[in-house]
């Protein structure tokens, strides 16, 4: 099967759901992105920001690119002038190095705040507290530069279907409570991240709005 067919079945099956799929496109060369390019597709995702640097480089300048994976304060001024969305927000201090970068780019940078829903220590999120407390807190409201615009989450790394769909719930309730309580210009719940090649299908069934799928396209590393 071609990329270009990989992406088309998989929007088909997100038919009827408002759902959208970004292509993750980590570790894959500029050429298997142009593929998809070529098709039409739009959305891409990647991990490291200097892989994603040079393939913004290297691509047509209307991708739409997400970074998806940790991000270090340091890197944050490689993609700044360019990023269409952050999913991996996890303290106020990165918070205030993308707004710092945002800045000096002259652009207001969307972004997800990243919460941990998995049973598993290896990943990375902020809890629902910590999150209610930074968006609460003086030094956000002075963050002109970025805006939240929803939340990420990754499920546990396990063949339980219903403690995943239970961690989508989850997630997808806590999105809907700060979309009603929190009150404040720069954050808008419109976006909820969840979901990757295993368990997209659940995720969107579960509210996701953004899937994150990079084998079910590309094929395994």
Known sequence: MSIAQNIADIEKTLEGTSCRLIAVSKTKPASAIAEAYEAGF??????????MADKYEELPKDIE??????LQSNKVKYIAPFVSLIHSVDSLKLLAEINKQAAKAGRQIPCLLQIFIAQEETKFGLSETEAIDL???AEFDTLENIRIVGLMGMASNTD?????????????QFFDRLAQTIQHPRVQMQELSMGMSGDYLMAAQEGSTLVRVGSAIFGHR
């Open 42 to 51: 739009r959305r891409f995702g990647e991990n490291k920001v200097q892989e």
């Open 160 to 172: 339980n279907n219903a403690q995943i769909r239970q961690e989508f719930k989850g997630l997808k």
């Open 135 to 137: 968006l609460q807190s």
């Open 65 to 70: 690119w997400h970074l998806i994976g940790h």
